[in-house]
Structures are given as structure tokens and as C-alpha cells.
């Protein structure tokens, strides 16, 4: 199977999509298309053709995973069948919150969109919960950049920055990691706000994926490709603690 974004994010899926299926993963990093959450949504329909085509047509996979909830949102007509989209969790984080009042944390043009305000309304059909739509852009932006991992006190005054005024002013006890990039911050999340439950959609990705291509005999294997600077990436999974060769697409 194949899974893409436009940037590194996707690689917290990439874990649990090799545990449950046991078969080979390709990870096509769009860097070219760096950020999603910035484009308008004309130019999001064609980056995200353009990957499915590219994995169609280089590797012909069993099943694709569009990696990121802002095309998975915005662009729903590129999903169906064998290519699969990431969707928050927010049915999920509802019920993790003892507060009914939960979080959706995702890129600007997510965050704003009519598509994400449905999904909520889909999601919490019959629950009382309030739902927080927060622009988290700035914390995607510190896990591609890697900066996590080298200014650790400027990423948690960052998350500051961005959660705890919605959080405390509504309440809020419970989020989804509504892009793909953002479980790789759960250490400094968790440390910073410790009382908030983080929900990520993983599992529940990995586990419909499986469902379609069906579970190999193993042991799994990764490849991965990247539209530019492949040498940057491959830096990037070394800090990651990943060690991986990248490879030009």
C-alpha cells in the first residue's frame, strides 16, 4: 500500500499501517506541495491527483492513503474505493471527555472550512459537546521543520501559545490530532497539557486499510520517496530515529 502528504507528517501512520497489514509501505513525501493547509483548494485537487497518479502509475498499490486531513476534507471526490482519507476523530474525542467540550486541531484552511464543520455535525450527531475548530498551522510547521527535536522550550511556549487560551476559556479536555503531523508532538503535548486527552486517528486508519488489503505473512517493509530534496528528508528520519534511505520521485 501507499501513503502520501506533503510533508513528513504521515509518518506517524506509517507504524501502525505496517503492523496491521504486515506488507510493504511506500511513503511519498510531497515536499514540493509543502504546506496542504496554505493552498487553495483549485491547487490542492491538483497536488493530490498528481500524488495518486504518481503512486498508480510507479507502484500500482493495493490501497492508498491520503495522509492528511485537510485533502481528505477538502477534496473528498479524490477518496472511494481502495484510496482512504484521515478524518478527525471527533466522534472519538467526545467520548474521552468528561467535559463535553472537545477540540479539533488542524491546518488554517481545515480549521475554516465548511467541510470540517459538517464532519463535526456528523460526528456528534445525538451528543451534547462542544467542538472547538482550532488553526494548529503553527504546530505543523515546528514537526516538518523538525524543531521539536532541537528547541524543545520554544516548541511547549508554542503550544501554549496556540491551546491554552480555547482550552481554558471552553474547557476543553480532549482533542483530536486532527493533522497527521501533530502525533509526533504527543511527548511535549502530554507534558504540557496533562490533562487533556489527545486522540489520534492511526489505528483506526490502519485498521480500515487493513480491512481492505487484508493482513501478509510479513515481515513488513517501508520505502520511501520524496517530490524534493530526498537527502533532507532522509536527515529528518535519522533525528526522527528512523533511519531510512529517501529516494527521488
Given at each position: 500500500?501507499?501513503?502520501?502528504?506533503?510533508?513528513?507528517?504521515?509518518?506517524?501512520?506509517?507504524?501502525?499501517?505496517?503492523?496491521?497489514?504486515?506488507?510493504?509501505?511506500?511513503?511519498?513525501?510531497?515536499?514540493?506541495?509543502?504546506?496542504?493547509?496554505?493552498?487553495?483548494?483549485?491547487?490542492?485537487?491538483?497536488?493530490?491527483?498528481?500524488?495518486?497518479?504518481?503512486?498508480?502509475?510507479?507502484?500500482?498499490?493495493?490501497?492508498?492513503?491520503?495522509?492528511?486531513?485537510?485533502?481528505?476534507?477538502?477534496?473528498?471526490?479524490?477518496?472511494?474505493?481502495?484510496?482512504?482519507?484521515?478524518?478527525?476523530?471527533?466522534?472519538?474525542?467526545?467520548?474521552?471527555?468528561?467535559?463535553r467540550s472537545v477540540a479539533v486541531l488542524a491546518?488554517?484552511?481545515?480549521?475554516?472550512?465548511?467541510?470540517?464543520?459538517?464532519?463535526?455535525?456528523?460526528?456528534?450527531?445525538?451528543?451534547?459537546?462542544?467542538?472547538?475548530?482550532?488553526?494548529?498551522?503553527?504546530?505543523?510547521?515546528?514537526?516538518?521543520?523538525?524543531?521539536?527535536?532541537?528547541?524543545?522550550?520554544?516548541?511547549?511556549?508554542?503550544?501554549?501559545?496556540?491551546?491554552?487560551?480555547?482550552?481554558?476559556?471552553?474547557?476543553?479536555?480532549?482533542?483530536?490530532?486532527?493533522?497527521?503531523?501533530?502525533?509526533?508532538?504527543?511527548?511535549?503535548?502530554?507534558?504540557?497539557?496533562?490533562?487533556?486527552?489527545?486522540?489520534?486517528?492511526?489505528?483506526?486508519?490502519?485498521?480500515?486499510?487493513?480491512?481492505?488489503?487484508?493482513?501478509a505473512r510479513g515481515p513488513p517493509t517501508l520505502?520511501?520517496?520524496?517530490?524534493?530534496?530526498?537527502?533532507?528528508?532522509?536527515?529528518?528520519?535519522?533525528?526522527?530515529?528512523?533511519?531510512h534511505a529517501v529516494s527521488a520521485l
Open positions: 500500500m501507499a501513503v502520501f502528504d506533503s510533508g513528513l507528517g504521515s509518518l506517524s501512520l506509517v507504524g501502525p499501517l505496517m503492523r496491521a497489514t504486515r506488507g510493504e509501505v511506500i511513503y511519498l513525501a510531497d515536499r514540493r506541495s509543502y504546506p496542504y493547509g496554505a493552498m487553495p483548494v483549485r491547487r490542492l485537487r491538483e497536488a493530490v491527483s498528481r500524488s495518486i497518479e504518481t503512486l498508480r502509475e510507479g507502484f500500482a498499490p493495493d490501497a492508498i492513503v491520503v495522509g492528511s486531513n485537510t485533502p481528505s476534507l477538502l477534496v473528498p471526490e479524490a477518496l472511494g474505493g481502495r484510496t482512504v482519507g484521515v478524518l478527525p476523530p471527533v466522534r472519538a474525542a467526545a467520548r474521552a471527555s468528561r467535559t491546518t488554517r484552511s481545515a480549521a475554516r472550512s465548511g467541510a470540517l464543520a459538517r464532519h463535526v455535525r456528523q460526528e456528534t450527531a445525538g451528543m451534547r459537546c462542544d467542538v472547538a475548530r482550532i488553526d494548529a498551522s503553527a504546530l505543523v510547521d515546528i514537526v516538518e521543520r523538525t524543531r521539536f527535536l532541537t528547541q524543545r522550550p520554544r516548541c511547549v511556549e508554542a503550544i501554549r501559545d496556540t491551546l491554552r487560551g480555547p482550552f481554558e476559556r471552553r474547557s476543553i479536555d480532549a482533542a483530536t490530532l486532527s493533522s497527521t503531523h501533530l502525533p509526533l508532538l504527543r511527548p511535549l503535548l502530554r507534558r504540557t497539557m496533562p490533562h487533556v486527552t489527545f486522540v489520534d486517528p492511526a489505528a483506526a486508519v490502519a485498521a480500515r486499510v487493513a480491512r481492505i488489503v487484508g493482513t520505502a520511501v520517496y520524496a517530490t524534493s530534496a530526498p537527502a533532507r528528508l532522509e536527515a529528518d528520519l535519522a533525528r526522527l530515529g528512523m533511519p
